[in-house]
């Protein structure tokens, strides 16, 4: 499910401990409380376990991407600490059952809020480069109250962009880092730790109608860095309201192109309503 030709930015956690079997984020900057309602999911799938990101547009629903939704077994982990780990072992609980994932009880039991994953019906897992409809949502079992849901962008928001390369677009999300170890190799390698929610601006490269691709590359003069494993269905925000969400990206390194799902087009607007967004 997770094997595709371009990078997807979801994060395998094998046991207790999260690796990133390939990249993740670059630069950027800890949030903080800057964007308090992106949080982090996690989640059991055929395959194993998963973490993405996902960002709170109504007291019940999160919003993220498909690849981060299709397939889940059970509940849905969801954390809005914009800390998790700064070290190892990692705080999340293993499911009694890993082959029925997550129960309601036992996220509770650990302290997390628990929800239920919805894919887009539309999501074409890749197969469809003009209609990709990489977008999912969690609903959660109990309402959140003390978090101010993010806006969502109109229809149409990213149409205005006439000239991406001069706009800048912010993206948060729990991808790890990109760097060197403290010891052993000096390559720069992705590091299991530490677990916190970033967040990285970042120049347009071209908006198609269903992606909103960004230059990602740390060195690049205009932006701070980019998004990769674990960042997958965090938000891509343009002024001040979420425009798409993270879908994946070009290279193994993430220091190129990043490719988000557009939320502000119809055939996605039109579904989200279903959940009364």
Not at 78 to 99: I, K
Not at 203 to 214: A, L, R
Not at 216 to 232: A, L, M, R, Y
Request: charge should be negative; aromatic fraction near 8%.
């Amino acid at each position: 499910m997770r094997a595709r030709l371009l990078t997807l930015a979801a994060a395998t956690i094998v046991g207790l401990g999260f690796l990133a079997p390939a990249t993740a984020s670059t630069g950027g900057t800890a949030d903080g409380e800057n964007h308090p309602n992106v949080g982090m999911i996690a989640f059991y799938d055929a395959e194993g376990r998963f973490r993405c990101s996902a960002t709170l547009v109504s007291p019940t629903v999160l919003v993220t991407a498909a690849h981060c939704t299709d397939g889940t077994l059970g509940k849905t982990l969801v954390t809005f600490d914009s800390v998790v780990a700064e070290a190892p072992p990692s705080p999340l609980p293993v499911a009694a059952d890993l082959t029925a994932g997550y129960t309601a009880e036992e996220l509770a039991a650990a302290g997390y809020l628990s929800g239920t994953a919805h894919t887009h019906p539309d999501y074409s897992d890749f197969t469809d480069m003009d209609n990709w409809n990489d977008v999912g949502v969690i609903v959660l079992d109990e309402p959140v109250t003390d978090i101010t849901p993010a806006p969502i962008a109109g229809l149409h928001a990213a149409d205005a962009i006439k000239q991406p390369r001069k706009t800048l677009f912010t993206a948060v999300g729990y991808g790890t880092e990109v760097r060197q170890a403290d010891s052993g190799s000096q390559k720069p390698t992705p590091m299991s730790y530490p677990i916190i929610r970033r967040f990285v601006d970042m120049p347009g490269q071209k908006i198609t109608p269903q992606i909103i691709q960004t230059n990602g590359n740390e060195k690049d003069i205009f932006g701070t860095g980019g998004t990769c494993f674990g960042d997958s269905g965090g938000s891509l925000w343009l002024n001040g309201a979420v425009v798409a969400v993270t879908s994946y990206g070009y290279t193994s390194n993430c220091r190129y192109i990043d490719g988000y799902q557009r939320i502000d087009i119809p055939v996605v607007a039109d579904w989200l309503a279903e959940f009364g967004l």
